[in-house]
């Protein structure tokens, strides 16, 4: 089926604009059977057309579809899912919660991220199908999991639809299983003696049914070998001769292209092409750019027109990509004009990707030119925005491309690397490469020297700060005087910052830095953001104010939540903190969910700094010890004071250490004699005082009920039935002291 009906331009819509295509009907009625059907396959080598068939469903289908085009790029994980759904917004905006994971560390995809982007494709209101073309660049099999996952999240009437060169990792089973997949192969796609003799038509050959037959047999139904076939008749005035000569095998195409195409241009076509297929995606200024011309924006157009083979991306005409053989054929001319050449290109191609401000493109531009230095600086500097916006699968890629020396030789990729590790919460890995980094300083003569060195100490400081945590403040603050307003790196030097005030008795100093970290967290680094809103909860806890400890406790905990950061090993304080302020609250259930996750994540941390690893330990201890678990923070606290021995100048750890240590002694001392909980045993020293239960509750960060729970807890275990037996009860047994230390008698 023809059809000239057109559609609004969705970015990423390959559309063609000229003739000829040929309709096939057959395999649009395949496409839109099966109203229950949640996918739709179209998988077969490059030339069959897939993209073109999409496109006239896509013209023939009164649903909306939505483009997405993908690349060697969306092998992160991260970025496919993030294409996917910033496609789907384009169209009906998503909700923020879905976005919002997108921008932690290390998104948790499988738990958060795809989960929201299914409920939000199953409670879309209009019908739709979702096309992700070019499936094959995209091989890492964690990227590809979650397709399954949003095909069967897909409303009844709306569909996902695919094209792929090949079968990929899509697990479909259960989908085939459920007669939930509508696949088309090659086989289906090659064309029909009939279609390919209408093709040949069109181009201006009519062909005698034998002749078609062969030239079917040779091609194989390929419509791009058909395409190429009738290029070869048109040189030849002998069809039956040219359909001999011509072979399918993708060396005599490659040879064909060559000697057919190439040879029918003039020689500043072939250049242009030639020198252009550095570009996967060709436009007119920037091939004006890398190739150092003009008019290359018009010359597209003229080309595009006379050959199917350079198809336009857009309706207006403004961008085009090559047929991914000829770009091959084209970029071995190129090698044959020497590495000098290419390198040119390939170095002007990152320059003008760099102005853009798309790294994503400039990086493998730089990798290619040989320009090492420049792709390290360009790695170097998206790390910061990549690092806490999950984007590690492309970091890693990029650094695969250099060898461990080149790695150890180069200031900033040495940084990337120890960044990396940072985010994992590796300490030693990240010290070992900021080691390597300032060694590899001292003969650097790249740009930013200075800056570089900043960094370095920044991050040591996050991920080691041996020498303990007034040193630590003193080389973030003198990095933060010298980095812009903007910096991604300010919300991190603001929570170390805060951290050593904190830890060093400057409560009020802690608090303005903390706060200023919390606040630029929020906005550009939120792992960071919910550790200086748990720092601060524990300096309100240092204060006696428990209302605003809850209030900062539970801001943290709903960050940390929005961004899906419960799988991140630096989280483990967050949740601590949680656990210890639910804990004072008496909500012992969330206290223990809390616990579990911070002990959890503790053990995935690997020597990092000193003081985080003890305050964690410690804050740990504390929440233990609410929970009526000496024997945990006992463990627990003398794991923190091996820590503590590396930052002796943290006065507050260690204040809380001794606080710890004595209330896990008090405890194990009523042991066997009295057997209250150290919970019961804080209470039972209050009971001597002129509070009332409420009040007793406010002193102790507690419920009023969790406080009468506790009260005839001990008048159980010690056998009496008041609050003044129970106070002298207390005094016998020498667990209290005698009536001058009380303030007033106790009430009844």
């Known amino acids: 089926m023809d059809t000239d009906r057109s559609k609004p331009f969705v970015a990423g819509h390959p559309r063609f604009a000229r003739t000829p295509v040929i309709g096939r009907p057959r395999l649009l009625r395949r496409l839109s059977a099966g109203p229950h059907a949640s996918i739709a396959v179209v998988v077969a080598p490059s030339g069959y057309g897939k993209t073109t068939l999409l496109r006239q469903w896509d013209a023939d289908d009164d649903r909306e579809f939505i483009w997405v085009s993908l690349d060697h790029r969306h092998d992160d994980p991260t970025m496919l899912v993030g294409a996917i759904a910033a496609a789907l917004d384009s169209s009906e905006p998503l909700e923020g919660r879905v976005f919002a994971p997108l921008m932690a560390p290390r998104p948790n995809l499988w738990n958060v991220v795809v989960p929201r982007l299914c409920e939000a494709v199953a409670q879309r209101r209009n019908p739709f199908v979702l096309v992700l073309d070019d499936l094959h660049q995209v091989t890492d099999l964690t990227a590809l999991e979650p397709l399954a996952a949003i095909a069967e999240s897909v409303p009844e009437g709306s569909r996902l ?109 072939r250049l242009f092409l030639i020198r252009a297929s550095v570009l996967d995606r060709l436009s007119g200024p920037i091939c004006d750019h890398v190739l150092e011309r003009s008019g290359s924006q018009a ?35 190129l090698s044959a004009l020497g590495p000098d050449e290419a390198s040119g ?89 900021t080691r390597v980094a300032v060694e590899a300083l001292k003969g650097y003569d790249g740009p930013d020297a200075a800056g570089l060195m900043l960094a370095a100490r920044v991050i040591r400081s996050s991920g080691a700060a041996r020498d303990g945590v007034v040193s630590m403040r003193e080389d973030v603050a003198a990095a933060a005087a010298l980095l812009p307003e903007d910096a991604p790196w300010r919300a991190l030097c603001c ?99 809390d616990l579990a996750a911070a002990t959890r994540l503790l053990a995935e941390l690997r020597d990092l700094s000193a003081w985080y690893e003890a305050e964690v330990r410690i804050v740990i201890a504390r929440s233990l010890l609410l929970l009526d678990d000496a024997g945990g923070a006992r463990a627990r606290l003398a794991e923190a004071g091996r820590f503590l021995q590396r930052c002796p100048d943290a006065a507050v750890l260690r204040d809380w250490i001794a606080a710890g240590w004595k209330e896990a002694d008090a405890a194990n001392a009523v042991t066997g004699r009295w057997p209250l909980s150290p919970a019961e045993l804080r209470l039972l020293h209050h009971l001597p005082t002129h509070l009332t239960f409420r009040e007793i509750a406010d002193e102790l960060f507690v419920s009023a009920n969790t406080v009468k729970t506790q009260a005839r807890s001990i008048y159980r275990k010690l056998g009496v039935s008041s609050r003044a037996e129970a106070v002298q009860c207390g005094r016998t047994a020498g667990l209290l002291g005698g009536p001058a230390q009380d303030h007033a008698q106790p009430p009844v």
């Open 161 to 269: 639809a695919i094209a792929s060169r090949e079968y990929s990792a899509v697990p479909l089973g259960r989908l085939r299983t459920q007669r939930g997949v509508i696949e088309l192969g090659a086989l289906d796609l090659a064309m029909t003696s009939t279609e390919t003799a209408v093709l040949l038509r069109r181009l201006g050959h009519e062909l005698d049914e034998g002749d078609v037959e062969r030239l079917l047999a040779r091609t194989e139904g390929w419509p791009a070998g058909t395409y190429l076939a009738a290029l070869a008749i048109d040189a030849d005035p002998d069809a039956a001769a040219a359909i001999a000569r011509f072979c399918g095998d993708d060396r005599v195409v490659a040879e064909y292209l060559r000697e057919e195409f190439l040879q029918s241009l003039s020689v500043d076509k």
């Open 299 to 333: 010359l597209l157009k003229r080309l595009s027109h006379s050959n199917l083979l350079l198809a336009p991306l857009d309706r207006r005409e403004r961008e085009y990509r090559c047929h991914p053989l000829l770009r091959e054929m084209l970029a071995s001319e």
């Open 345 to 433: 290109l390939h170095r002007r191609a990152c320059a003008w990707y760099s102005a853009a401000g798309d790294v994503d493109r400039a990086v493998p531009h730089a990798i290619a030119a040989g320009d090492r230095e420049r792709a390290a600086e360009l790695i170097w500097s998206s790390t910061p925005g990549y690092e806490s916006s999950g984007r590690h699968a492309t970091l890693r890629a990029w650094l695969d491309e250099f060898t461990e020396d080149e790695i150890a030789s180069s200031p900033p990729l040495c940084l990337t690397r120890a960044t990396n590790r940072l985010t994992l919460g590796d300490g030693a890995g990240c010290e070992h490469w």
């Open 495 to 593: 929570l170390l910052e805060g951290v050593s005030w904190h830890l060093t008795g400057e409560r009020e100093r802690a608090r303005h830095r903390l706060d200023e970290g919390a606040r630029r967290g929020a906005e550009t680094a939120p792992n960071v953001g919910t550790l200086c809103l748990a720092q601060l909860a524990l300096v309100a806890i240092d204060e006696d104010d428990a209302d605003h400890a809850g209030d900062l406790t539970r801001r943290a905990s709903e960050l940390a939540a929005h961004f899906a950061l419960e799988e991140h090993p630096t989280s483990a304080l967050t949740f601590a903190v949680s656990a210890l302020v639910t804990a004072r609250e008496g909500r012992t259930d969330d206290a223990k969910r």
